[in-house]
């Protein structure tokens, strides 16, 4: 049995009475096997497991814990217990309850939301500072959803920032237009599976004995709701605040730091015996976390024993000569490759570290930058195949357009919108039978100067001048070629979209879709676009070499995709998969390259944390906008206690190609690896560090 298995602390905080109960599990004390040993208990006292519900930061790691309790009480018994993130379980709810939900990814909303807010011009009113972009105003937008519980979006800019008080009635009017629009077309996203699922629950007794939350100091102000709006009469929270590292998404610490006020009864465990790591490495990480404030007392024991080899501080003269310097250290390491993780703080880090493992033939895989899923190509090619899936999703339509030159998102609504007139609803009908007696599908933009609303129209152009294109006859009669700002670009892919359809919707077999989409006209477009992009140097030519190797390398991810799609019947099921599914999923082999967020959970024999510079990590920029110093520092705890046997940190003096010097870390000065000096002091006299 699972309890049988724990020490005596993790048996006590398994076996807590039903209640609200607060495990502060630090790194590497076996908090897993304590969640899988408290659904052991559950089910020993007669809870079924339909009634537990395990909520986890990763659909992966549901899956692991459901695996372990599977080994002892049958496959059947543990697929019973609902476990997952909280968006998967509420998707899963809001299916069953409320039929279909066409869950998008934020990139494809934000296409959306840019196509509403290309409407709108700034220029008419008098400020200094310039109006949110776009991208960033959605990025504003979804961090007050998962923060801001009382006050309206126009109210929120008003008052958090006084200088775009004059443009937030503007802000709000597109946001309200944005939300209109995904009501419309039935689109829900992240945000929105948890704030409907809170209304499910508010609605209705979801029937659960008892929640379990992992990685509770992760939780933001919306989960709590949603957590709030349960009523679970039992509570299991396990975290540790030292690991809260995710403020940027709207993670709230204070959530975890008033649990005992929120919950008057509630039961504080603690889990303090390290499994992973070594005496050095472990009082490395407490020596520095030690300078953030202590929430809950505790003090981390090591349950290791024998020599250990002391943390490392690896220091070089210049940025890329750090680079290769680890590259070469790893290449000569005796670790097998893959019990090696290089964990960076910034995205920029990972690049010259891959370049260098690289080009010893050093194999890699790296998690926390761009991947598979978050690829350009990929992401065409999935939004052709949600068209076919769903003819009414207007924002794979409008993503399409972006590899159409001359068409923005706001003239790609336009052409959707003309389409589902034409066809009366059916996006297909007016592309292949529309109603040519609508000679003008387009509507007039309305007009608003004091919500940035202008009407720009031009008059209605002649299909006429496509007449000499490749375009089918047929489709040339179609009135969408009315539209004026149609390039002859644009129009011959229309055209290709137009045959690649024709093509598709005969497919049954989502394998047969995606090779027939990688090899498409309208794909192509991608293609060329991106590879063109790829191989461009500085002074603007294109290296044709470099042009065809990222044609190849395009094409092997679609090639991928297709594997990927073999196991299929069903294109709905294939597409749910990709969209859920993509941020569990990994390529590669052999070293692990890692962003601290990406290395949350996981454990390596030898770990390198490279790029210790003050400015890189601690990441001042990132720091003035959502974070602090004292959460660059739980970073700096998480990337170190990713390390069981040997710790490596660097940092580098001089980047020879911005010509810029490097002060070290202000992490390596509090961890005792180089001594206080002048420049340790400098920064506390700028309130950048607050001495012990």
Same mark, same amino acid.
């Given at each position: 049995?699972?309890?049988?298995?724990?020490?005596?602390?993790?048996?006590?905080?398994?076996?807590?009475?039903?209640?609200?109960?607060?495990?502060?599990?630090?790194?590497? @004390?076996?908090?897993?096997?304590?969640?899988?040993?408290?659904?052991?208990?559950?089910?020993?006292?007669?809870?079924?497991?339909?009634?537990?519900?395990?909520?986890?930061? *990763?659909?992966?790691?549901?899956?692991?814990?459901?695996?372990?309790? !599977?080994?002892?009480?049958?496959?059947?018994?543990?697929?019973?217990?609902?476990?997952?993130?909280?968006?998967?379980?509420?998707?899963?709810?809001?299916?069953?309850?409320?039929?279909?939900?066409?869950?998008?990814?934020?990139?494809?909303?934000? @296409?959306?939301?840019?196509?509403?807010?290309?409407?709108? *011009?700034?220029?008419?009113?008098?400020?200094?500072?310039?109006?949110?972009?776009?991208?960033?105003?959605?990025?504003?937008?979804?961090?007050?959803?998962?923060?801001?519980?009382?006050?309206?979006?126009?109210?929120?800019?008003?008052?958090?920032?006084?200088?775009?008080?004059?443009?937030?009635?503007?802000?709000?009017?597109?946001?309200?237009?944005?939300?209109?629009?995904?009501?419309?077309?039935?689109?829900?996203?992240?945000?929105?599976?948890?704030?409907?699922?809170?209304?499910?629950?508010?609605?209705?007794?979801?029937?659960?004995?008892?929640?379990?939350?992992?990685?509770?100091?992760?939780?933001?102000?919306?989960?709590?709701?949603?957590?709030?709006?349960?009523?679970?009469?039992?509570?299991?929270?396990?975290?540790?605040?030292?690991?809260?590292?995710?403020?940027?998404?709207?993670?709230?610490?204070?959530?975890?730091?008033?649990?005992?006020?929120?919950?008057?009864?509630?039961?504080?465990?603690?889990?303090?015996?390290?499994?992973?790591?070594?005496?050095?490495?472990?009082?490395?990480?407490?020596?520095?976390?030690?300078?953030?404030?202590?929430?809950?007392?505790?003090?981390?024991?090591?349950?290791?024993?024998?020599? !250990?080899?002391?943390?490392?501080?690896?220091?070089?003269?210049?940025?890329?000569?750090?680079?290769?310097?680890?590259?070469?250290?790893?290449?000569?390491?005796?670790?097998?490759?893959?019990?090696?993780?290089?964990?960076?703080?910034?995205?920029?880090?990972?690049?010259?570290?891959?370049?260098?493992?690289?080009?010893?033939?050093?194999?890699?895989?790296?998690?926390?930058?761009?991947?598979?899923?978050?690829?350009?190509?990929?992401?065409?090619?999935?939004?052709?195949?949600?068209?076919?899936?769903?003819?009414?999703?207007?924002?794979?339509?409008?993503?399409?357009?972006?590899?159409?030159?001359?068409?923005?998102?706001?003239?790609?609504?336009?052409?959707?919108?003309?389409?589902?007139?034409?066809?009366?609803?059916?996006?297909?009908?007016?592309?292949?039978?529309?109603?040519?007696?609508?000679?003008?599908?387009?509507?007039?933009?309305?007009?608003?100067?004091?919500?940035?609303?202008?009407?720009?129209?031009?008059?209605?152009?002649?299909?006429?001048?496509?007449?000499?294109?490749?375009?089918?006859?047929?489709?040339?009669?179609?009135?969408?070629?009315?539209?004026?700002?149609?390039?002859?670009?644009?129009?011959?892919?229309?055209?290709?979209?137009?045959?690649?359809?024709?093509?598709?919707?005969?497919?049954?077999?989502?394998?047969?879709?995606?090779?027939?989409?990688?090899?498409?006209?309208?794909?192509?477009?991608?293609?060329?676009?991106?590879?063109?992009?790829?191989?461009?140097?500085?002074?603007? !030519?294109?290296?044709?070499?470099?042009?065809?190797?990222?044609?190849?390398?395009?094409?092997?991810?679609?090639?991928?995709?297709?594997?990927?799609?073999?196991?299929?019947?069903?294109?709905?099921?294939?597409?749910?998969?990709?969209?859920?599914?993509?941020?569990?999923?990994?390529?590669?082999?052999?070293?692990?390259?890692?962003?601290?967020?990406?290395?949350?959970?996981?454990?390596?024999?030898?770990?390198?944390?490279?790029?210790?510079?003050?400015?890189?990590?601690?990441?001042?920029?990132?720091?003035?906008?959502?974070?602090?110093?004292?959460?660059?520092?739980?970073?700096?705890?998480?990337?170190?206690?990713?390390?069981?046997?040997?710790?490596?940190?660097?940092?580098?003096?001089?980047?020879?190609?911005?010509?810029?010097?490097?002060?070290?870390?202000?992490?390596?000065?509090?961890?005792?690896?180089?001594?206080?000096?002048?420049?340790?002091?400098?920064?506390?006299?700028?309130?950048?560090?607050?001495?012990?």
């Amino acid at each position: 049995m699972p309890l049988s298995r724990l020490n005596p602390q993790q048996y006590t905080a398994a076996t807590a009475p039903f209640g609200h109960n607060l495990i502060i599990a630090s790194a590497g @004390t076996g908090k897993t096997s304590t969640i899988v040993g408290r659904i052991a208990y559950l089910l020993s006292q007669g809870v079924r497991p339909d009634e537990i519900l395990l909520l986890t930061f *990763t659909n992966k790691a549901a899956q692991e814990m459901v695996e372990r309790v !599977a080994a002892f009480f049958g496959r059947e018994i543990a697929s019973k217990i609902d476990a997952g993130t909280f968006h998967a379980v509420s998707y899963r709810w809001l299916k069953r309850k409320e039929g279909k939900v066409v869950l998008k990814q934020q990139r494809e909303l934000k @296409t959306l939301f840019r196509s509403v807010y290309e409407k709108r *011009t700034f220029s008419h009113i008098d400020c200094a500072t310039p109006a949110y972009g776009a991208n960033y105003l959605y990025d504003v937008y979804s961090f007050y959803q998962n923060t801001e519980l009382s006050v309206t979006f126009e109210e929120w800019i008003t008052t958090r920032q006084d200088e775009h008080a004059l443009y937030a009635a503007i802000y709000a009017d597109i946001v309200d237009e944005f939300e209109g629009l995904k009501k419309e077309y039935g689109f829900v996203n992240f945000n929105d599976l948890l704030l409907l699922m809170r209304d499910l629950a508010q609605r209705s007794d979801l029937g659960y004995k008892e929640v379990l939350i992992d990685e509770y100091q992760d939780t933001n102000a919306l989960q709590g709701t949603l957590i709030n709006a349960m009523k679970p009469p039992s509570l299991f929270c396990v975290g540790d605040y030292d690991q809260s590292i995710y403020a940027f998404n709207g993670a709230d610490i204070s959530i975890i730091g008033s649990f005992s006020k929120n919950y008057p009864n509630a039961q504080v465990y603690t889990l303090n015996k390290n499994y992973r790591s070594t005496v050095p490495i472990l009082s490395l990480a407490n020596t520095v976390i030690s300078y953030n404030e202590r929430i809950y007392p505790k003090a981390l024991e090591v349950t290791r024993t024998g020599e !250990a080899q002391n943390p490392t501080l690896l220091i070089y003269d210049e940025l890329f000569d750090q680079y290769h310097g680890i590259a070469q250290m790893i290449g000569d390491s005796g670790t097998q490759r893959d019990e090696i993780a290089v964990i960076f703080r910034n995205n920029a880090s990972a690049d010259g570290i891959e370049a260098a493992l690289r080009e010893l033939g050093i194999p890699c895989r790296r998690r926390g930058g761009v991947s598979f899923f978050d690829s350009k190509e990929v992401k065409a090619l999935l939004d052709i195949y949600t068209l076919l899936v769903n003819e009414s999703d207007m924002m794979a339509f409008i993503h399409l357009f972006d590899y159409a030159k001359g068409v923005g998102s706001a003239v790609a609504k336009e052409l959707f919108v003309a389409l589902q007139k034409l066809g009366h609803g059916s996006f297909f009908r007016g592309l292949y039978s529309p109603d040519t007696q609508i000679s003008n599908p387009f509507e007039k933009r309305k007009l608003n100067h004091q919500l940035g609303l202008f009407d720009d129209y031009a008059e209605m152009g002649s299909a006429g001048r496509f007449a000499k294109l490749s375009i089918d006859s047929t489709f040339l009669t179609n009135p969408i070629f009315k539209h004026p700002k149609l390039t002859k670009e644009s129009a011959i892919f229309l055209n290709d979209m137009y045959a690649l359809f024709r093509q598709l919707r005969n497919l049954s077999e989502p394998k047969a879709a995606v090779q027939k989409i990688a090899v498409s006209a309208l794909y192509a477009h991608t293609v060329e676009q991106l590879s063109h992009r790829r191989a461009m140097n500085e002074n603007g !030519a294109v290296d044709e070499r470099a042009k065809q190797e990222a044609k190849e390398r395009i094409l092997r991810k679609a090639t991928l995709l297709f594997e990927l799609s073999r196991p299929y019947k069903e294109h709905e099921r294939f597409l749910n998969a990709m969209v859920l599914g993509s941020q569990d999923l990994t390529q590669g082999e052999g070293v692990h390259l890692l962003s601290i967020h990406a290395s949350k959970g996981l454990e390596y024999q030898e770990v390198y944390v490279i790029d210790l510079m003050d400015g890189r990590f601690p990441n001042r920029k990132l720091m003035s906008r959502s974070g602090s110093i004292d959460e660059e520092r739980r970073l700096f705890y998480v990337a170190v206690t990713r390390a069981k046997d040997r710790l490596y940190l660097s940092f580098a003096k001089y980047d020879k190609i911005k010509k810029s010097n490097f002060v070290p870390s202000q992490f390596l000065y509090e961890a005792g690896l180089i001594p206080k000096d002048e420049t340790y002091n400098a920064l506390v006299a700028k309130g950048a560090v607050e001495e012990e």
